[in-house]
């Protein structure tokens, strides 16, 4: 971790070289690993190549940032590697950044096809990342299989129910309508944020979610239905609802377990998706220092290295674009220090 500060705050010209030798050969498999994920920070010709060639790589950690990068970096020219990839991928971290690579491409048939077969024949194991992806990236030849597992109680029901939302067919509105009616407690909070996804009620289903959060009167199974309300809120920020990524904030600050734990999860995965948006939800809060802790307590159990460099990344492009007399940049390095980045 030492190590990682000192060369973010290198110059290029030494850092990137040094980082290239130790991604390529070092002889330490986590100094390779950890290397890589420094360079998935710079905008230069050689990291592109060093993580093509990561692809191939026995070590899993390395696959997996490169899948990564190549999510936010998409490469058509790599579907066909890609794809011969999801047929022995077995391996269970780098098999969901595999199919969010894939998925960041899904315009093309080939893609659309293999996400949607891998949804309904896959393993169960990997099947909710590639929910998660479908919803993410708007597959919307996903949309039928996805009401066939969100019509039932099983353990990826409550992942369909958002992606549907997130995918945003409206032909999914009578079968959300429907599940308000039918589907037990536990199922409501992913109900709900579906429906605000759609488009529809937003208001009254975000305060559903946050009594969800903050009621004292909950049923069995509260860990699960916490667990849904936070995740729902998140997508919803993500979204662009500013009003649930506040909500959890104002939730999560003075919580404990068990709503605080999904909570700081919620704003962890809220932030690596949108950190901009974090920021700008820390900017007005008296409790400041309170909500940072809060966020880094979900860096933590979140525990992605390659998307916490992703955030630092856009914080410090974020920091560097504000004048100097800007109010931001301190709230940034804040941020940044409370991290440890």
């Not at 009594?211 to 509260?222: E, K, M």
């Not at 662009?240 to 605080?260: K, Q």
């Amino acid at each position: 971790m030492s190590a990682a500060r000192l060369v973010r705050r290198a110059p290029g010209t030494v850092a990137l070289p040094a980082l290239v030798d130790a991604a390529a050969g070092h002889a330490d498999g986590f100094v390779r690993y950890r290397a890589l994920v420094l360079l998935s920070g710079y905008d230069d010709p050689r990291v592109p190549d060093q993580m093509e060639q990561a692809l191939g790589e026995v070590n899993d950690r390395l696959r997996a940032v490169a899948f990564a990068y190549f999510e936010r970096h998409p490469e058509s020219r790599l579907i066909p590697t890609f794809l011969k990839a999801l047929d022995k991928e077995r391996a269970e971290f780098v098999r969901p950044a595999l199919t969010r690579a894939l998925a960041a491409q899904s315009r093309d048939p080939r893609v659309q096809g293999a996400l949607v077969k891998d949804l309904t024949s896959g393993q169960e194991l990997f099947r909710g990342s590639v929910i998660e992806a479908c919803g993410d990236y708007k597959v919307a030849g996903a949309v039928r299989p996805l009401w066939q597992i969100a019509e039932k109680d099983g353990p990826s029901r409550d992942e369909a129910l958002l992606a549907l939302g997130k995918i945003g067919d409206k032909a999914s509105v009578g079968l959300l309508t429907s599940l308000q009616q039918t589907a037990g407690p536990a199922a409501q909070p992913a109900v709900a944020a579906a429906v605000c996804l759609l488009g529809d009620s937003c208001e009254t289903q975000r305060a559903l979610l946050v009594q969800t959060l903050t009621s004292t009167d909950r049923p069995s199974g509260v860990l699960e239905m916490l667990r849904a309300a936070a995740s729902g809120l998140s997508a919803m920020a993500v979204s662009g609802d500013v009003d649930a990524g506040r909500a959890l904030f104002d939730a999560g600050v003075p919580a404990v377990n068990p709503v605080r734990a999904p909570v700081s999860l919620a704003l962890a995965r809220l932030a690596v998706k949108q950190p901009l948006v974090v920021v700008a939800l820390l900017e007005g809060r008296q409790d400041r220092d309170q909500a940072l802790q809060l966020l880094r307590g979900g860096f933590d159990l979140l525990d992605d290295d390659f998307a916490e460099e992703q955030f630092f990344v856009a914080l410090r492009t974020k920091y560097f674009a504000e004048p100097e007399e800007s109010a931001k940049r301190p709230l940034i390095q804040s941020v940044i220090n409370m991290l440890e980045f």
